[in-house]
């Protein structure tokens, strides 16, 4: 009988309550417009719970959300879901609102930092911005992510939205959140660097 007690407290949820994967972002996470089941972090639920069973996925992700928001938010999220990984994907919102770069750094530095301190692993997704906000703002924005995951040692989607960004069908009306064909797309992005670290 004591046997079987201490079988039972081994396989409880309460045994992998570290074999959490939380998805920290903006409405490109959030499902923006679209079903939740939709969304591709749903999508990665369905996929973990049929290629990696025992693991589950907390979406944290918020529409609007920029890194300043998620500096703050991210030690909370973390103290209270405890994530073996944490997906970070911000930026976006920053940069469509021509945010100095230097602050979107260092905000995701913030963010990266709680999660090394919690001992997360990360998986960081970049972002692009279209050619019309300059040449010399669209670079500094796009080298940080590689840079930010140099320093903090975290796996990295380049772009989440590489396979998509140039088919305008694939965007809802709003030309900016991807419609539930791309969705999966989204997720082979990220389920590549995602992948090695469960």
Not at 110 to 131: F, Q, W
Request: aromatic share 8%; glycine share 8%.
């Amino acid at each position: 009988m004591r046997l079987l007690f201490l079988l039972l407290l081994l396989f409880s949820p309460a045994a992998f309550a570290d074999r959490t994967v939380l998805v920290f972002g903006d409405s490109l996470s959030a499902a923006y417009g679209l079903p939740l089941r939709q969304g591709w972090v749903s999508l990665l639920d369905a996929r973990l719970q049929r290629e990696n069973p025992g693991w589950r996925v907390v979406n944290a992700s918020i529409s609007g959300e920029t890194t300043l928001g998620g500096a703050y938010r991210i030690r909370p999220a973390l103290k209270a879901h405890r994530p073996a990984v944490v997906i970070v994907e911000l930026g976006a919102n920053d940069g469509l609102r021509g945010l100095s770069a230097t602050a979107t750094r260092d905000n995701l530095d913030a963010i990266l930092k709680a999660c090394r301190d919690a001992r997360s692993k990360v998986v960081l997704v970049g972002m692009r911005l279209p050619p019309n906000y300059g040449r010399e703002y669209t670079q500094k924005f796009h080298d940080l992510y590689p840079q930010l995951a140099r320093k903090h040692r975290a796996a990295l989607v380049p772009f989440l939205l590489e396979g998509i960004a140039a088919e305008p069908r694939l965007f809802q009306s709003d030309g900016l959140h991807p419609t539930a064909e791309a969705q999966p797309v989204l997720l082979e992005n990220v389920w590549k660097a995602l992948k090695p670290l469960l």
